[in-house]
């Protein structure tokens, strides 16, 4: 028997009947608690359900699943979790619940670890109820707990060494992919994923696009599994509003988590999302939404000129699609020829630009308004990596050339690429909501939340996202992220969208990612070394 069971829960709701099945599957004897008779009964029997759907499927015997059920033990009273070694409370979101629940448990069990499932409570604010505080950490699950690999162990003020690495053995023992997490508002994930609905809302303030548009460019253009709304409705708006409350209030206001007054108003009209039927969307007999679109076919260019200008990674991505559907490419001064377009991906001011031919202007670092003040040229906006299948996001002044929208709209489309119209922004809408997702972790990072490593397999791991932040962020430019995150705030003022020190410290050194072999990691260079990663502390 490991140093860590038998294995306590408490609580046999949805999370801690997940905690005590995965436990059971792993192997791990389990002790399952909780006061009430038939949520205790009822918990039994979720993980019941749970383990024959296993058997119905093939993917496990009916001799496994007497094994599993045989290493789970239900106790009606808190004194049958006496021999655990380490208990992990799955209760409500009260303090003073949880306050009373270690009060107990340290009667019962006073050499046990003891974990707390909270997803908002400072670990720090739990453990004095503990008669020793130092045994007390966070081991934060991701709900369904069968089903997702990561685990978030976090550390109090006064969480031990001992108490952590068992916290840990006992998660890895588990199958999960373990992170280590400061106790911050919202830990490491649920931290650095505050911008995917924030900055959502506040494009859907602001009319920048629609919430249909919104979430259709974070599928296509982003690779989302779903967009933010979609994302907003499965979980429940009223709770997303509660935790952005408790972001604000326990941040002490800090305006990079301003709860959104969008989404108070639908929690307070009852409009919750898929539990009651309307949100964001619509829930009936039919789907919510129409099927995504297949991807424009890639057709041939006849050897059409397109001239691209800049040396941001969205250049080099959208030169080699055009190369692949058969546009002849080049770059400014490079021929006498009117192109077809010419793109402008934050070209050097001393390039020439080529006048006569469709303009298309890179809305990263400005706005297109901004850009091409009284010009008719179009905006765009795309993130790599680029391909075809993705979506380049289009942008209209109020002097733009109809010829022009239609050029921009027709080359995109030759590529293979989706497009989509959306109001004036730096950044457009992926572009913000991708960078300030960025910003966030390197926030994250310089604050020492947690390593580079734990935060991007985090946002992987823990809420599906098609790349770890940080590697994304290596791989579009530090230059290109850092000139939408200081675009948005030189425009708007506001300092929700701040640079990160160290995000901004990178770029003053010229560390940009992969296209330089040094961002937030160091990549290999030319002769395969490896460098040390000051950032890190590690070799890649």
Same mark, same amino acid.
């Given at each position: ?6 294995? %306590?829960?408490?609580?046999? %709701?949805?999370?801690? =009947?997940?905690?005590?099945?995965? +436990? ?39 001799? #496994? ?23 992990? #409370? ?5 303090? /003073? ?29 739990? +453990? ?53 997490? +400061? ?22 303030? !602001? ?19 779903? %967009? ?13 509003? !509660? ?47 129409? /099927? ?59 390039? /020439? ?39 380049? !996001? ?10 022009? =929208? ?33 910003? /966030? ?53 506001? !300092? ?21 072999? #040094? %961002? ?21």
């Amino acid at each position: 028997m490991s140093d860590f069971e038998p294995i %306590g829960v408490v609580g046999a %709701g949805t999370m801690g =009947a997940g905690i005590a099945e995965t +436990a059971a599957r792993a192997g791990v004897h389990c002790v399952l608690h909780d006061p009430v008779p038939e949520a205790l009964a009822a918990g039994r029997e979720r993980i019941a359900r749970s383990v024959q759907r296993s058997v119905d499927k093939g993917r496990i015997t009916v001799d #496994e699943l007497q094994a599993v059920t045989g290493r789970l033990t239900t106790a009606p009273d808190v004194s049958g979790l006496a021999g655990c070694r380490l208990i992990i #409370e799955a209760a409500p979101e009260r303090l /003073e619940l949880k306050h009373q629940i270690f009060a107990a448990l340290s009667e019962v069990a006073p050499d046990a670890v003891l974990a707390s499932n909270t997803s908002s409570i400072p670990i720090t604010a739990i +453990a004095p109820a503990a008669a020793r505080p130092d045994l007390v950490v966070g081991m934060h699950f991701f709900n369904p707990p069968p089903v997702m690999r990561l685990l978030e162990v976090i550390a109090g003020v006064e969480s031990s060494e001992h108490a952590l690495a068992t916290a840990r053995a006992a998660g890895e023992a588990l199958g999960k992919h373990v992170i280590d997490a +400061a106790d911050v508002p919202g830990f490491v994930v649920n931290r650095c994923n505050r911008p995917f609905l924030l900055e959502a809302l506040k494009l859907l303030q !602001e009319q920048v696009a629609d919430v249909e548009t919104i979430d259709r460019i974070c599928r296509l253009g982003g690779g989302f599994r779903m %967009g933010p709304f979609e994302l907003s409705d499965l979980v429940g708006v009223d709770v997303g509003v !509660e935790v952005a409350r408790s972001f604000h209030e326990l941040s002490f206001g800090e305006p990079r988590w301003r709860p959104s007054p969008l989404a108070a108003r639908m929690a307070a009209a009852g409009l919750h999302g898929r539990k009651t039927g309307r949100g964001w969307y619509r829930y009936g007999d039919g789907p919510h939404r129409p /099927e995504d679109p297949p991807a424009p076919d890639v057709s041939g260019a006849a050897d059409r000129l397109v001239v691209i200008a800049g040396d941001l990674g969205i250049a080099h991505d959208l030169a080699a699609l055009a190369d692949h559907a058969g546009w002849r490419v080049a770059a400014p001064g490079e021929t006498d020829d009117v192109p077809f377009i010419c793109l402008d991906c934050a070209a050097d001011p001393s390039d /020439e630009v080529l006048q006569g031919a469709p303009r298309a202007i890179l809305c990263a670092g400005t706005s297109l308004v901004s850009a091409d003040e009284g010009g008719n040229a179009v905006g765009f906006h795309a993130l790599p990596p680029l391909m075809p299948g993705g979506l380049v !996001e289009l942008t209209k002044g109020r002097d733009t050339a109809p010829a022009v =929208a239609d050029a921009a709209e027709a080359f995109f489309s030759s590529l293979g690429l989706h497009t989509a119209w959306v109001g004036d922004a730096p950044g457009l809408v992926l572009g913000r909501i991708v960078c300030q997702l960025i910003n /966030e972790a390197a926030f994250a990072l310089g604050e020492g939340v947690a390593g580079l490593d734990d935060i991007d397999a985090g946002m992987e791991l823990g809420v599906n996202h098609p790349r770890g932040p940080l590697a994304w962020a290596d791989h579009i430019g530090l230059d290109h992220v850092f000139g939408v995150i200081a675009g948005l705030h030189a425009e708007s003022g506001e !300092e929700r969208y701040r640079p990160a020190p160290l995000l901004r410290r990178l770029v003053l050194e010229g560390r940009l990612g992969e296209a330089t072999g #040094e %961002g937030f990691r160091v990549h290999e260079g030319p002769d395969g070394e490896h460098v040390h990663d000051e950032h890190c502390g590690h070799e890649h």
